[in-house]
């Protein structure tokens, strides 16, 4: 199984049309998109992003949840449609994997951290 980390290097570094977006929602807050009267956000607790579109706060969303501080995001929504099932299917694969492994770990604090830790690994940017 490809990896997010993977992911992110072949299909998103790669681009020459790039934003670096910093993600200031809190992490231990399950994040929302929203659509309000001047576009989307994406929010967590008191905090929010403002997206451009919906394609993008999914896309942010993803990160947000893998515990990233900041990330790059294309410029074209088109791009973004055609890459967010893939990436929200890795997403989602990644979180089967853990809760299948996390169901006898009764200790909330343990399990966050085993989370965290498999989130930063899985997320991280390996060199070719």
Known sequence: MQLIGDFYRDRILTRDDLQQRELTLPVDKEPQIVKYLFGWQLIAGDDSIDCRSEVEARYLRIFVELGLHEVNVPDSDEFLERI???LEYLKRRADEILDEHLETVFDPRV???VRRDVY???AKVNSV
């Open 84 to 86: 967010l099932p893939d």
């Open 120 to 122: 930063a690994e899985i």
């Open 111 to 113: 399990k966050a951290k």
